[in-house]
């Protein structure tokens, strides 16, 4: 899928994404603010902020010394989020329109850069992980997220909702091979001059109250760049193929749930001493 059409995804989510009642990216952020070790009064860029899962818990951590930009691609997002921060009396944040790929900052500007579940989206990430580096001060570090493992039931309700597409829609690209294992995201952030790096996981159990629910927040995040594609009269029958397959053979009335793993890559910037 193009990117444009991915930012377009994004921009008509912004009111439901991460707003549906569904335990995912906020524990995602908050984790991987706490394992870039974010400390008071430093300088944050989060790129991707979306709804503010990496930039609320940031802004906490930096303090008011501190300072939190985040900056995202879909307008209507960061129209949100900056309202969000106006609302919690967030003085230190600022909501920009930004590209994850080449962040329009001067060299230096930050002491942390944080990516939380978003590069694997961008047209180039290996540009983007040298965009990173010249934005960061010398000392600095980067923190990005990546998936490691989805529920294998999230994979299969997405092909069996990809098989109603037409012949002629864009199917997602094939992932850059960077992402494929946590030595091969390791060498692509070492390729981009970063050092010091360590890779972690993290898991989180996402729990729906049905099948509808987990529609409802497919359609609320990056899956809506799928569904979206799926001619409306075919819709039906390509959301009932998802739902029965994430359902399986639960009873009525179970608990829907499902398990993702991300890897937390944290590295020195160029030029640091560690």
């Known amino acids: 899928m193009r990117t444009d059409s991915v930012v377009e995804a994004f921009d008509e989510a912004a009111d439901a994404y991460d707003q549906v009642g569904v335990d995912f990216f906020g524990p995602f952020g908050a984790e991987l603010v706490r394992r870039a070790d974010v400390k008071r009064a430093e300088r944050l860029l989060d790129v991707g902020c979306g709804r503010g899962a990496v930039l609320f818990p940031a802004a906490r951590a930096v303090g008011r010394d501190g300072h939190v930009t985040g900056a995202d691609a879909a307008a209507t997002m960061v129209d949100l989020t900056g309202a969000e921060a106006a609302r919690r009396g967030l003085r230190q944040v600022t909501v920009v329109v930004g590209d994850a790929q080449e962040p329009a900052f001067p060299a230096g500007s930050f002491d942390v850069v944080t990516a939380g579940l978003v590069v694997f989206l961008l047209a180039d990430p290996h540009a983007a992980l040298r965009a990173y580096a010249r934005v960061l001060r ?4 980067l923190a990005v997220s990546t998936f490691a493992d989805q529920d294998p039931a999230y994979g299969q309700a997405m092909r069996a909702m990809a098989a109603h597409l037409p012949a002629d829609a864009g199917r997602p690209p094939t992932p850059d091979p960077m992402f494929a294992s946590a030595e091969a995201t390791m060498a692509a952030v070492a390729g981009a001059g970063f050092g010091d790096i360590t890779c972690t996981e993290f898991s989180v159990v996402s729990r729906f109250s049905d099948a509808e629910h987990w529609l409802t927040w497919c359609w609320s995040h990056g899956a809506r760049a799928l569904l979206r594609q799926i001619p409306a009269d075919r819709l039906p029958a390509a959301t009932a193929d998802g739902k029965a397959v994430m359902w399986g053979d639960r009873a ?16 020195g910037a160029p030029g640091s001493d560690t």
């Open 138 to 141: 010398p000392g600095g570090r």
């Open 252 to 267: 009525p009335g179970a608990e829907l749930s499902m398990t993702t793993t991300i890897r937390v890559v944290v590295a």
